[in-house]
């Protein structure tokens, strides 16, 4: 499995479970699926330590990835955006497919990290800022998963295992969530499937068991029809589209200084499912909640 930090394969995010990943997300939003080749991606790192009765422990730095969903899309052949604010260019995206061939998703200066994304380098991990101010608006949350190599999320292996995480919660606030957690991504983020040439590298592949409409890119495709804007984002960067990213998901810690949460939400499915109708996402707004492939609830600790 794998991790991922979030709130967000299992691979680990920092939020992820099928081969488990963690992840640690704070409160958070912004796909595209060619990779870049305006900036220059260059990763924050978290050092990982593995103890055996034999061998004792050993410690390794992991580099870790912003999911895709943050980063700067645009055309493959110039700078102009492919989306902007809570918009998409319908000129080059109005079709799923040619959208994710016309777009690149673009890599991340160590300067970026932490200026835009709030993505700050310490000792042996991360420090995940909320909001963040910068010169092209304003960035809320981040989600970041741990790399195995440079093209691969690492993959968690915790059946008959013990995994423990260090986690300052002194500025996680009544009403904040910061996440750890795993879900059932693959490990080289579905590169390879439709024309997602991106991979794991720029942040791609990401499900969870709340099936999530605003996911940009789902099986190399742009998630673009019947796109329609949240009008509860007050920072105008979100919205939501016609098919939802569905996954078993490992709640290992959803929390704030105040209080937390462990969870585990179980699916009918099996890795990445793209859902394409109320009733098999399971959508709130129509009233499906309780039957769709996923458990949302879960059974909460």
Not at 36 to 65: D, F, M
Not at 121 to 149: A, I, K, P, W
Not at 175 to 198: P, V
Not at 265 to 287: A, Q
Request: aromatic share 10%.
């Amino acid at each position: 499995k794998h991790i991922s930090i979030r709130k967000h394969p299992l691979n680990m995010n920092i939020r992820a479970l099928s081969k488990l990943l963690p992840a640690l997300l704070f409160p958070s939003h912004i796909a595209a699926q060619q990779p870049g080749t305006l900036e220059t991606e260059q990763k924050p790192t978290i050092t990982l330590k593995e103890c055996t009765l034999a061998g004792g422990c050993t410690s390794r730095q992991a580099k870790l990835t912003l999911d895709a969903n943050w980063r700067w899309i645009h055309e493959t052949d110039g700078y102009q955006n492919c989306y902007t604010g809570n918009q998409w260019d319908m000129g080059k995206c109005s079709d799923p497919a040619q959208c994710a061939q016309n777009c690149a998703l673009e890599g991340v200066t160590k300067q970026n990290y932490e200026n835009t994304y709030g993505v700050k380098q310490v000792q042996d991990g991360v420090r995940l800022n909320f909001v963040t101010e910068h010169q092209y608006g304003t960035n809320v949350g981040s989600r970041l998963y741990v790399m195995e190599d440079d093209e691969n999320y690492a993959m968690f292996h915790l059946k008959n295992r013990k995994f423990s995480f260090e986690v300052d919660v002194s500025e996680l606030y009544c009403g904040m969530n910061g996440a750890m957690y795993f879900t059932e991504m693959q490990a080289n983020g579905g590169k390879g499937i439709g024309s997602n040439d991106a991979g794991a590298k720029y942040g791609t592949g990401y499900c969870d068991a709340q099936c999530p409409h605003d996911i940009k890119f789902i099986d190399g495709e742009a998630n673009t029809i019947d796109w329609k804007p949240n009008p509860k984002d007050q920072s105008n960067n979100m919205g939501a589209r016609k098919y939802g990213a569905c996954c078993a998901e490992m709640d290992i810690w959803e929390a704030n200084s105040m209080a937390s949460a462990f969870t585990p939400h179980t699916c009918s499915t099996e890795k990445l499912f793209r859902c394409s109708d109320p009733v098999e996402c399971g959508d709130n707004d129509s009233g499906n909640r309780y039957d769709g492939v996923c458990d949302k609830d879960g059974y909460d600790i």
